[in-house]
């Protein structure tokens, strides 16, 4: 029996708190989910092999640098981005409309698209919604996101207003751009992205507009751009409940693993977020006990693993004392085994919600999570 391009099941619920699994071909995705960011066709310091056994069901990849380098056509023509990376499953686009706007200098925003100047070499490039789609598809992504404005931190209402309505605009277009090449990419899904900043009144509008061109599912955008918890707390107290309830909703670029447990409490369903691979090349590690920073003094005599909480190979096998050593000595593996541990430590955390919503004791799951990760580690 053929596997569906796209549905989603939920199969428990304690409170807002959500689980259930997305059925895609390339195989399914258990929510709430974290998918690692693969920003280059890699999640960096890791082998897709790798990846997969910390339990990730599904990996994001990046429009704006892959259409920079080596070229969406590029990829295509070598048989898409599975193929390229060595990645079976599911892949998330995201639609490059961020990146635009945080990394390209010499940026132009018209009604069209955004022009912009590559952040490598200089050269101008013109990034529209049916572009987006186009380079999506040539990638051969999973689920494709809408093109999109971020609306910037600390706009005003107006500012958000216009922002928000130009991304309805272009939402309209990546459904129409989208559909126009469906033919080529009869497994794929495509989300919209609710806009609107702090707004409810904005956020409301946004989520009408996008219901009524009808999205597979459903992302909230234009949060963790620097407005704090409580302020991103606040704004996921009634942005979820504004979509489809029977669609997935997905929490872009968030986040710490506090963030992560509060926005489930919400109702959020997928995440994304750099932080799990950033830190550990930075020597940071995400532990049961909080964040610990690898390179402290404390820790060149340790004997103890990163996290005795923790089952993953870096964990069964090396101490805090070599972890130490291998971060302050700036060797290659140091990246790599603090990395995999923390992207295993994220996928953890995914699981024991996962089970603690199946279980109906999701609220003292958070609670508890909350009292041991708010003391930190240091």
């Known amino acids: 029996m053929p596997r569906p391009r796209f549905s989603f099941s939920i199969s428990a619920t304690d409170g ?3 689980t259930g699994v997305i059925e895609m071909q ?3 995705i258990h929510t709430p989910a974290f998918m690692p960011v693969g920003t280059a066709a ?11 056994a910390t339990g990730a069901d599904i990996i994001l990849g990046n429009t704006y640098h892959l259409m920079l380098r080596p070229g969406a056509e590029r990829i295509a023509r070598l048989g898409g981005l599975h193929d390229f990376m060595g990645w079976e499953r599911p892949i998330l686009t995201d639609s490059g409309g961020y990146q635009v706007m945080s990394l390209s200098a010499l940026t132009k925003m018209s009604e069209e698209g955004v022009a912009f100047s590559s952040h490598i070499d200089g050269s101008r490039h013109l990034l529209t919604p049916e572009r987006s789609m186009e380079i ?3 990638l051969g992504s999973d689920i494709v996101m809408a093109f999109d404005e971020c609306t910037k931190n600390g706009a005003t209402r107006d500012e958000a207003a216009v922002s928000m309505e130009r991304s309805m605009r272009w939402a309209a277009r990546s459904r129409q751009g989208f559909d126009d090449g469906a033919e080529h990419a009869a497994g794929a899904a495509l989300f919209g992205i609710q806009q609107g ?5 904005l956020r409301r509008i946004s989520a009408q507009k ?6 597979d599912a459903y992302a909230v955008g234009g949060l963790a751009v620097g407005e704090g918890q409580e302020a991103m707390f606040a704004t996921l107290d009634f942005a979820p409940g504004m979509l489809p309830a029977d669609r997935p909703r997905y929490l872009m ?15 959020i369903d997928m995440f994304d977020c750099v932080l799990p691979t950033r830190s550990g090349r930075n020597g940071q590690a995400f532990t049961w006990n909080g964040p610990l ?4 003094a404390r820790f060149a005599e340790d004997q103890e693993p990163l996290d005795a909480g923790c089952t993953c190979p870096v964990c069964a096998t090396w101490s805090r004392a070599y972890l130490h050593h291998l971060v302050k000595a700036g060797e290659i593996l140091g990246a790599m085994l603090m990395t995999q541990h923390n992207i295993s430590f994220y996928q953890a955390l995914m699981a024991a919600i996962r089970e603690s919503i199946a279980e109906g004791r999701f609220a003292d799951f958070a609670r508890d999570f909350r009292a041991r990760y708010g003391k930190g580690s240091a």
């Open 16 to 18: 807002k708190a959500r």
């Open 26 to 28: 390339r195989g399914d």
């Open 42 to 52: 890699t999640v960096k310091a890791m082998r897709p092999a790798e990846v997969r």
């Open 136 to 138: 999506q598809r040539l």
């Open 197 to 201: 900043a702090l707004d409810e009144e």
């Open 210 to 215: 996008l219901i009524e061109i009808g999205f």
């Open 253 to 267: 670029g968030v986040g710490k693993p506090d963030d992560i447990v509060g926005a489930v409490e919400r109702g």
């Open 293 to 296: 920073n690898i390179r402290n």
